[in-house]
């Protein structure tokens, strides 16, 4: 199996849930940085059977001779420094330089990481699958281009294109990023200062621990898909408000024996939040698969590794 974008966040786990599944002799780690690579490797233990492969989109994608899985997670995602272009340079047109490597390979499926961003947020959720894809940015146009190549791969290799929602969880504990949702809370109330809530904090979320994003990867990696050809909600199966977890960071840390940290009211500017929020019935049916970690449980993981 080759996993790309394997030194990131999502990408370590999904290297790590692959590297332990039953039947997979191997896991090839694609990514940029061969330091970085290096560290994964010997972080996760397994050097007889991961290896390291360097690769950059869109000039220089990774080859796919002695593959029979592609597992894609490589990209770039919107932030600080990313404008528009350079999201739409490697997620899409590197994904499209990467695909067209498929035929003629031993590569008999791909797995596909994309996003609820598809979606946009026009529409009230949940956003089903049949749903036609409305994105609304760069890097929501770009993962749906992905899923169209995966669709129309040609000489019968399978496909499943997973939407994910937001994903959040310690993990492997590689490269955590505090700056976004919910890590955000949990890095505040581990540091006991104000947890700030919009309005009301009625906005909705749907967060998916990265371990059950692992497990359903795995899934779409190795197990039936039914058609050959599948497109796939990957949440955490009730959607939270952002009170709730802010409500929840607060419980974790006085659970950890850590000051509870005060909830604040911040007045919302530019009019109400989007909400978020995914049907995962087919993703239960094709993959057999369930979002098994407690948002409660996945927070508290989180506060205490903040506040080591």
């Not at 490697?90 to 490597?101: A, F």
């Not at 993703?283 to 205490?304: F, I, K, Q, T, Y």
Request: one cysteine or more.
């Amino acid at each position: 199996m080759l996993v790309t974008g394997a030194t990131g966040y999502v990408g370590a786990n999904l290297t790590a849930a692959l590297l332990a599944a039953p039947g997979v002799a191997g896991v090839v780690a694609g990514g940029r940085d061969p330091e970085a690579g290096r560290a994964l490797v010997e972080a996760l233990g397994a050097p007889e059977r991961l290896s390291f492969a360097r690769g950059n989109l869109p000039e220089d994608p990774w080859p796919l001779d002695e593959v029979d899985v592609l597992v894609h997670a490589a990209g770039v995602r919107p932030g600080s420094g990313v404008d528009d272009t350079r999201i739409l340079l490697v997620n899409q047109e590197g994904t499209r330089r990467l695909l067209e490597r498929v035929p003629g390979t031993a590569v008999r499926r791909v797995v596909f990481v994309s996003a609820q961003s598809v979606y946009g947020w026009r529409r009230p959720p949940p956003w089903r699958e049949p749903m036609g894809a409305r994105p609304q940015t760069a890097y929501g146009l770009s993962k749906w281009v992905g899923e169209f190549l995966c669709r129309n791969l040609e000489g019968g290799v399978e496909a499943a294109s997973l939407r994910l929602s937001r994903v959040y969880g310690v993990g492997v504990g590689h490269r955590l990023v505090w700056t976004r949702m919910p890590h955000r809370f949990a890095l505040l109330a581990a540091r006991g200062e104000p947890i700030p809530v919009f309005a009301a904090g009625r906005q909705m979320l749907d967060l998916v621990h990265v371990s059950d994003v692992a497990a359903a990867v795995c899934r779409a990696a190795l197990g039936p898909l039914g058609s050959g050809r599948a497109v796939l909600n990957v949440g955490g199966g009730e959607p939270v408000t952002i009170r709730r977890v802010a409500e929840l960071c607060r419980a974790a840390a006085e659970t950890a024996g850590l000051p509870p940290p005060e909830i604040t009211s911040v007045p919302e500017a530019g009019g109400a939040a989007p909400d978020f929020g995914l049907d995962i019935t087919r993703a239960r049916r094709v993959l057999g698969w369930e979002p098994g970690r407690d948002l409660a449980a996945g927070l508290l993981e989180l506060v205490e590794a903040a506040a080591r």
